[in-house]
């Protein structure tokens, strides 16, 4: 008879509950036996996985991509960068050459002020050439992707993608200038 009134209704969890002194004792275990061999395997593993990624940045392959470079967005505005041909690029050469000029010809007045002068322009057609380059990469990626879809940062990417020169730009450039990405 499963009515009756005479069987008290189970109260609680059945069981005390643990303290803290047996809590920490279930949790307290060594993790690793041998840790010279774990090392030594997590580094192997380290090491694969950075060469894949490296072979991914040379070849351009999305799928072994590390995390900063991976995603649709991020390819479209390497694409975007990478298929024209920017005054940003030439601004690290131009500011060695600037360094190097006002360093070794101090006391010529005239080349250190053609220099800096150089310089200066070069810094403010990269200000403006940026910003135009950067709100038309924005509109072409809002109407491909949505602008939904769009990584947070994926703008500052492709700004600081367009500074460096072609040569030294990782993942590799995977179109020629003017194969603009569609």
């Known amino acids: 008879m499963a009515g009756t ?3 008290p209704e189970p109260v609680g969890k059945g069981h005390p509950t643990p303290t803290r002194k047996e809590r920490e004792a279930l949790r307290k275990r060594p993790l690793i036996l041998d840790k010279k061999a774990d ?4 580094r192997a593993e380290n090491r694969v996985r950075l060469e894949r990624e490296n072979r991914a940045m040379r070849t351009g392959d999305d799928r072994n991509m590390p995390a900063a ?3 649709a967005p991020r390819r479209f505005a390497r694409d975007f960068v990478d298929s024209r041909t920017t005054v940003a690029e030439f601004l690290l050469p131009v500011t060695l050459v600037a ?4 360093t070794f010809f101090s006391t010529k007045v005239a080349v250190v002020g053609t220099t800096t002068l150089l310089l200066f322009l070069m810094l403010a057609s990269w200000m403006v050439e940026s910003t135009i380059l950067l709100r038309r ?3 072409q990626a809002s109407a491909k992707f949505g602008a939904d879809r769009l990584p947070p940062r994926y703008r500052i990417y492709g700004l ?3 500074t460096y020169p072609r040569a030294l730009r990782l993942p590799k450039p995977q179109v020629r200038r003017g194969q603009y990405p569609t």
């Open 160 to 162: 600081f993608r367009m």
């Open 39 to 42: 090392t030594a395997r997590r």
């Open 137 to 139: 990469m924005k509109k």
């Open 69 to 71: 470079h991976a995603g």
């Open 99 to 102: 360094f190097i000029t006002s």
């Open 5 to 7: 009134k005479d069987a």
